[in-house]
């Protein structure tokens, strides 16, 4: 079961040659792919709308906000194989139709029900959105070309994270929360009427039968686990509920690689995960997204809760973050890096910087906005040369006939790597707030709980101390770990790069012409 690339008479793939509209063909996936993105965190901002208009409870909120996550993370791997087999274009184009339907629906929702039933229709669409969008840029982009197209795509990622709450926030200053759905529709068909017009469409080798089962199994095994990192900091990490969700996660994920070792054309080719390379970019992605999803996590706290910003100013104060990632992608700062100090270099000198923003807002933000804006920027400098890196070394590790696969796996690792960032620092914050608070608060969950025990002024003033202390804390936590990661993936890469992929006997470096962009490899 050789993960070789498929031969010419049975692939159709884009001709040799850069294609004549790539960049405005990326724009176009980039506007797609920032409103997948922007669904993520969109809709924290209309909570109080839902439960009064709607009459949600706080279970209703919870699932309307992790349908769409649950269901995306779910399917992007059997998202990425359709795309492959298929046709990447056929699916980008029935991704943004679903989107655009169920975003429509959830729009014009009047129960809770309805809009859960819409979030995950969303999330159907997303997960074919957020595959097909970078296969196709492995598609269109050569070798020279492709690592800035990837900081780019990538760069979209974070702007739409941080976008979001601000976003949401002024739609909500000016209109209802279904507007927060409503403008998804103009953007989806227009990047469909794009799309069927401009990308051209490729797809991997026929005749394989589908992997029903292996596609069972991954579902299953990524919304268990999934679940269970979304459950834990809520109904607590020994509840039922969370054991239960992780066993069958993972069970579910160990059948499907013992499944996907067994068969003769698996969904995912597992044998990936002998390619030095491969393990390396995936170790380095993971603790890049830990860094991102739990910084995240705590900086919107940080901001709102430590230093008494209201939601939107908390938004704008994020922003600078966003926007140095987006500025150094466009300007193409990192791809010219890049064959200078060579991928381990790349990803040890931004998990670096990703590390000491980290550690310069928790040390110099915790009285004033000034510390954290220039943790915010060292922070964006390193999201922005780390994260397109990895994508790139991860794709470059997966024949161009599995792209849509590949970017399968970078889609699954960023949710994984996000949600145990949540995960782990929040439990670091809860545990270091617990252990700090006076006597009079003890035993309290939350911040607001702690302070509704207080009686004094000086009880209230330690309770924001202890609540400070533990996001100091677990910025700290954080920033050692994405550090740690760095060095990690960069020592694999480098001995990768050294002994030769070929030495693990995968073909994530196949010799000859790449059919997909034309390339020599």
Not at 92 to 121: E, K, M, N, T, Y
Not at 187 to 212: C, Q, T, W
Not at 342 to 363: E, F, K, R
């Amino acid at each position: 079961m050789s993960a070789v690339a498929p031969d010419a008479a049975t692939t159709t793939l884009q001709p040799p040659g850069r294609h004549a509209t790539r960049w405005l063909i990326l724009a176009v996936i980039c506007i797609a792919q920032l409103t997948v993105v922007l669904d993520n965190t969109v809709l924290n901002v209309a909570v109080p709308s839902l439960t009064e208009e709607l009459g949600a409870t706080t279970a209703d909120v919870q699932w309307m906000i992790n349908a769409y996550s649950l269901v995306q993370s779910g399917l992007l791997l059997i998202a990425g194989n359709s795309a492959d087999r298929y046709g990447r274009k056929k699916m980008l184009a029935i991704g943004l139709a679903l989107f655009g339907i169920a975003s429509l629906v959830a729009a014009l929702a009047h129960s809770p029900g309805q809009l859960i039933g819409a979030r995950a229709g969303m999330g159907i669409g997303g997960a074919l959105l957020m595959t097909t969008t970078l296969a196709v840029v492995m598609q269109i982009f050569d070798d020279a070309e492709r690592p800035k197209a990837i900081g780019i795509w990538s760069s979209v990622n974070s702007l739409g994270f941080a976008a979001g709450p601000l976003i949401g926030g002024t739609l909500l200053d000016h209109f209802w929360w279904g507007s927060l759905f409503l403008v998804n529709i103009p953007v989806a068909v227009i990047a469909l009427v794009a799309v069927l017009a401009l990308v051209p469409e490729s797809k991997s080798r026929g005749g394989e039968r589908p992997d029903v089962l292996g596609a069972l199994l991954s579902m299953v095994g990524m919304v268990g686990v999934v679940f269970a990192i979304i459950s834990g900091p809520v109904t607590g990490w020994l509840s039922g509920q969370v054991l239960i969700s992780a066993v069958v996660g993972i069970a579910g994920l160990a059948l499907f690689a013992f499944w996907e070792l067994r068969i003769p054309h698996p969904m995912l080719d597992m044998h990936f995960f002998r390619n030095r390379r491969f393990i390396g970019a995936v170790s380095g992605g993971i603790l890049v997204a830990f860094g991102m999803g739990g910084s995240m996590f705590l900086l919107t706290q940080h901001i709102q809760l430590v230093l008494g910003y209201g939601p939107l100013d908390a938004g704008l104060r994020m922003a600078p973050l966003a926007l140095t990632v987006v500025l150094i992608n466009f300007t193409g700062l990192s791809a010219r890096l890049l064959p200078r100090f060579g991928t381990p270099g790349m990803i040890v000198s931004g998990m670096t910087l990703l590390a000491g923003g980290l550690t310069a807002i928790s040390l110099l933000g915790g009285e004033s906005y000034g510390g954290m804006l220039f943790g915010l920027i060292v922070m964006g400098v390193g999201v922005a040369i780390a994260m397109p890196t990895m994508a790139n070394a991860i794709m470059s590790a997966i024949p161009p006939a599995k792209a849509g696969v590949g970017a399968g796996v970078n889609g699954t690792l960023m949710e994984f790597g996000q949600g145990l960032g949540v995960a782990v620092l929040g439990a670091v914050l809860n545990s270091r707030f617990a252990a700090l608070l006076p006597l009079a608060a003890a035993g309290a969950g939350s911040l607001s709980a702690a302070l509704a025990r207080t009686h004094t002024a000086a009880e209230r003033a330690a309770v924001h101390d202890a609540f400070a202390s533990g996001i100091g804390t677990s910025q700290l936590v954080g920033a050692t770990a994405v550090f740690l990661g760095g060095l990690l993936a960069a020592v694999l890469l480098r001995r990768a790069e050294r002994t030769g992929s070929a030495a693990d006997g995968t073909a994530a470096a196949p010799t000859g012409h790449d059919p997909a962009t034309g390339a020599a490899e």
